[in-house]
Antibody, heavy 116, light 107 residues
């Protein structure tokens, strides 16, 4: 059974940093692109970033370029999102997702709240 | 960026009704479109990929069609567990983009 479990969310002050993680199991992690999607409270889904199987290619939505860094550790079946220079508008549930082209499995999400 | 526009933004329907949701892309995306279902306070669930292929385990009352710029998600006979918000997403180009969502409510 594919499982994706996010962790690392929390309350952070504007300008701060946070690293959210995703532990994957039930599939060959190193064979899949992985994706982060976020959802602000009461809003729709926003694609944030994805990373190739071996980490050699990364893509980001413009609004996070230069502030967010996606990475992975295939030896530990883990996906990460380093979030720097946090803004109020980054407040959201962050979902980890397995993707080929489309997303097929989603984690349960971790809430990041940016507030002073 | 490719803009994805869903209509309607919400609808009310009864159990057993046929429901159709439309998703339009601002430029052609071939068949690189997925549909997701999200229930309140839950993670999204993947329903359809490549515009018309059902993900494993998704009931056959769900179907998708379209190519280019216009796509539809159809629920042939709405069931109580289908009341949720539905999103389309294009994966033709970066950044991947989602539609704004269609909330399906009980009439």
């Amino acid at each position: 059974e594919v499982q994706l479990v996010e962790s690392g969310g929390g309350l952070v002050q504007p300008g701060g940093s946070l690293r959210v993680s995703c532990a994957a199991s039930g599939f060959i992690f190193s064979s899949y692109w992985m994706t982060w999607v976020r959802q602000a409270p009461g809003k729709g889904l926003e694609w944030v970033a994805n990373i190739k199987e071996d980490g050699s290619e990364k893509n980001y939505v413009d609004s996070v370029k230069g502030r967010f860094t996606i990475s992975r550790d295939n030896a530990k079946n883990s996906l990460f999102l380093q979030i720097d220079s946090l803004r109020a508008e980054d407040t959201a549930v962050y979902y980890c997702a397995r993707s080929g082209s489309e997303i097929d499995y989603w984690g349960q999400g971790t809430l990041v709240t940016v507030s002073s | 960026d490719i803009q994805m526009t869903q209509s309607p933004s919400s609808l009310s329907a009864s159990v057993g009704d046929r429901v159709t949701i439309t998703c339009r892309a601002s430029q052609g995306i071939s068949s690189w479109l997925a549909w997701y279902q999200q229930k309140p306070e839950k993670a999204p669930k993947s329903l359809i990929y490549d515009a018309s292929s059902l993900q494993s385990g998704v009931p056959s009352r769900f179907s998708g069609s379209g190519s280019g710029t216009e796509f539809t998600l159809t629920i042939s006979s709405l069931q109580p567990e289908d009341f949720a918000t539905y999103y389309c997403q294009q994966y033709n180009s970066y950044p991947r983009t989602f539609g704004g969502g269609t909330k399906v409510e009980i009439k």
